[in-house]
């Protein structure tokens, strides 16, 4: 089952997330996530939090929708987005897609990246989006659908990342490895219309921006 969590963060441009819609299961909003939902015009299957940044008028919208609808108090460890994630893995979710999980607290977007980590132990397919990004987080290999002269950079997650190879980037690598104290892998560039990244050891963010 693919998953859909929308979060609070940052959301400008609605229509840039349609073609991702049509491709899930199952959308959940974390707390005001649901603000955004109601721009998009769509009707999440769950909205989930603390209900601290949801607008009244969209709660009691979506309630007179017949949405489910989780409360927690505020008092808690997890913030909404970890509620909603650890909520998909229990209705059998395979696959998430994350947006508005990045924004301008950097805090929050921070952690939200660990939220990759936590689906990567779990064998889950994980990937945060926005309009800007597509983020991933590999500890062996991952393919990486993209158009000649586009974007992707790597980045070391741990503190050293070894045996990394890569195919369809015009900067190759074949075994060398990279330290988060200084990687060089901003802005690589698609040579073909596919890459493909495998690593031997570690933790490596995959993002494919957009300029």
């Known amino acids: 089952m693919k998953v859909l969590i929308i979060s609070n ?3 400008k441009d609605y229509n840039f997330y349609e073609k991702l819609l049509k491709d899930v299961d199952m959308v959940i909003c974390a707390d005001g996530g649901a603000n955004h939902a109601y721009q998009m015009k769509i009707k999440p299957d769950l909205i989930i939090g603390d209900f601290d940044s949801i607008k009244e008028e ?6 007179n929708e017949g949405v489910r609808i989780e409360k927690f108090p505020p008092m808690k460890d997890e913030t909404d987005t970890q509620l909603a994630m650890l909520k998909a ?6 696959e998430i897609t994350f947006i508005g999980v990045i924004g301008e607290r950097l805090d929050h977007s921070y952690a939200n990246l660990s939220l990759l980590l ?3 132990n779990r064998n889950i397919k994980g990937k945060i989006v926005n309009e800007m990004n597509e983020i ?4 062996k290999f991952i393919e990486v659908e993209g158009k000649k ?3 992707l950079s790597l980045l070391p997650y741990s503190k050293e990342v070894k045996g990394i190879y890569t195919k369809g ?3 190759g690598l074949s075994g060398q490895s990279m330290d988060l104290e200084m990687p060089y892998g901003i802005s690589n560039v ?5 890459a493909t990244i495998e690593i031997e050891e570690g933790l490596l963010l995959v993002i494919k921006p957009r300029e």
């Open 149 to 151: 002269g586009e974007l």
């Open 118 to 120: 936590y689906l990567l």
């Open 9 to 11: 963060g940052d959301i």
């Open 89 to 94: 893995i229990e209705l059998g979710a395979k």
């Open 169 to 171: 980037l015009f900067y």
């Open 190 to 194: 698609f040579t073909e219309d596919k």
């Open 136 to 139: 991933y987080l590999i500890n």
């Open 58 to 63: 969209i709660l009691e919208f979506y309630e």
